[in-house]
T-cell receptor, first 110, second 114 residues
């Protein structure tokens, strides 16, 4: 079935460093792709999404491009802040449910 | 801004007891979901619900689990006889359009089975 594979964490960066979290997917159809973020003690919040190939989702300085040829949806941010420390989940939507990656914990140090 | 709400925020129960987790989805949404996240692990799909019936369920969603939309606003998850391994964070989500669009998640209910 459809699935999502994320790079394993944890990832620790200094403030203002460049962030990449890799995400690849396997799907039989044409899913929508999402990045969700989970701050400590909170639920899941949608960070960005892309619904078709070559779409770029962006929000709060984060970006990800839906690449059909490489089946990828890597998350990037040019300059991370301490407040970006959280767990990031890549996800794809099936016809009836959403499949999540394992999550990548990001810690940003001042 | 409309949001998904869940009650209680934390539920502690004894093994073998029944629990009902409650969710109020966003009012104009048509698709409803339950997920769980065992501490430190990935978010796992349990069940989706549309048009007053289950659309899909995972292998986790066995006969101990059931869902209901008892009125126009609530969406509940019942675990009939809880086991220790049911301890997890349970997230409700809802979506306005097809499942290909984003789902909005509630803050979760932490279930602890003793």
């Amino acid at each position: 079935g459809d699935s999502v594979t994320q790079m394993e964490g944890p990832v620790t960066l200094s403030e203002e460093a460049f962030l990449t979290i890799n995400c690849t997917y396997t799907a039989t159809g044409y899913p929508s792709l999402f990045w969700y973020v989970q701050y400590p003690g909170e639920g899941l919040q949608l960070l960005l999404k892309a619904t078709k190939a070559d779409d770029k989702g962006s929000n709060k300085g984060f970006e990800a491009t839906y690449r059909k040829e490489t089946t990828s949806f890597h998350l990037e941010k040019g300059s991370v802040q301490v407040s970006d420390s959280a767990v990031y989940f890549c996800a794809l939507s099936d016809p009836n449910d959403m499949r999540f990656g394992a999550g990548t914990r990001l810690t940003v140090k001042p | 801004e409309p949001e998904v709400t869940q009650t209680p925020s934390h539920q502690v129960t004894q093994m073998g007891q029944e629990v009902i987790l409650r969710c109020v989805p966003i009012s104009n949404h048509l698709y409803f979901y339950w997920y769980r996240q065992i501490l430190g692990q990935k978010v796992e799909f349990l069940v989706s619900f549309y048009n007053n019936e289950i659309s899909e369920k995972s292998e986790i969603f066995d006969d101990q689990f059931s869902v209901e939309r008892p009125d126009g606003s609530n969406f509940t998850l019942k675990i009939r006889s809880t086991k220790l391994e049911d301890s997890a964070m349970y997230f409700c989500a809802s979506g306005e359009f097809s499942p290909y669009n984003e789902q909005f998640f509630g803050p979760g209910t932490r279930l602890t089975v003793l």
